[in-house]
């Protein structure tokens, strides 16, 4: 099984703030990588398909990057309604696994 | 709009059985491929199960092989998890989710659905 690693696992940002989360994937997963926002009792949400298409209704302050075995999740000038859990998750090959999350908070 | 409505869940003793169900309306069922996700509380997401679109191509994490299946059909836009052998560490907030083909990545996800196994 292919695993997903993330960092952090969590931090700190104040709003205006510019954040980067990172994935890593065991071996080599193309561009097969997706992002993904959950927020306190609510199901995830897509956010990033593909290491760095937007989905759609998805602000454009949100970005990804990345091939291979590295990839960035980046969220520019960010909001109050950004501050949540982030997960990565590789469909390049089954089990389709997530990472461990990176929970974005209030400084 | 696209919905996926999860039910089913509930309260099962370890060993027990549970059948979920993820009822979808919105758009054209049969031609997405659909996943069961779950979060165990405080913790992160766990891949279980893929069902493809139409040929019934299946896989399982290792965690739940041989104990869960899953099943579609496609008349009644409906998705199913047949869970057996119920162990305390399946407790978890059960999802469905959209799979979609040419992005590979699941783009809608239902409300979930809480299962406890507890004696």
């Known amino acids: 099984d292919i695993q997903m690693t993330q960092s952090p696992s969590s931090l700190s940002a104040s709003v205006g703030d510019r954040v980067t989360i990172t994935c890593r994937a065991s071996?080599?997963?193309?561009?097969?990588l997706n992002w993904y926002q959950q927020k306190p009792g609510k199901a995830p949400k897509l956010l990033i398909f593909?290491?760095?298409n937007l989905q759609s209704g998805v602000p454009s302050r949100v970005s990804g990057s990345g091939s291979g075995t590295d990839f960035t999740l980046t969220i520019s000038n960010l909001q109050p309604e950004d501050f949540a859990t982030y997960y990565c998750q590789q469909t390049y090959s089954k089990p389709e696994t997530f990472g461990q999350g990176t929970k974005v908070e209030i400084k | 709009q696209v919905q996926l409505v999860e039910s089913g869940g509930g309260l099962v003793r370890p060993g027990g059985s549970l059948r979920l169900s993820c009822a979808a309306s919105g758009f054209t069922f049969s031609d997405y491929y659909m996943t069961w996700i779950r979060q165990a509380p405080g913790k992160g997401l766990e891949w279980l199960s893929y069902?493809?679109?139409?040929?019934?191509?299946?896989y399982y994490a290792d965690s739940v092989k041989g104990r869960f299946a899953i099943s579609r059909d496609n008349a009644k836009n409906s998705l199913f998890l047949q869970m057996s052998s119920l162990r305390a560490e399946d407790t978890a907030v059960y999802y469905c989710?959209?799979?979609?083909?040419?992005?590979?990545?699941?783009?809608?996800w239902g409300q979930g659905t809480l299962v406890t196994v507890s004696s």
């Open positions: 069902i493809s679109s139409r040929d019934n191509t299946i």
């Open positions: 071996q080599s997963i193309s561009s097969y």
């Open positions: 989710a959209r799979g979609e083909y040419s992005s590979s990545s699941l783009d809608y």
């Open positions: 593909a290491a760095s």
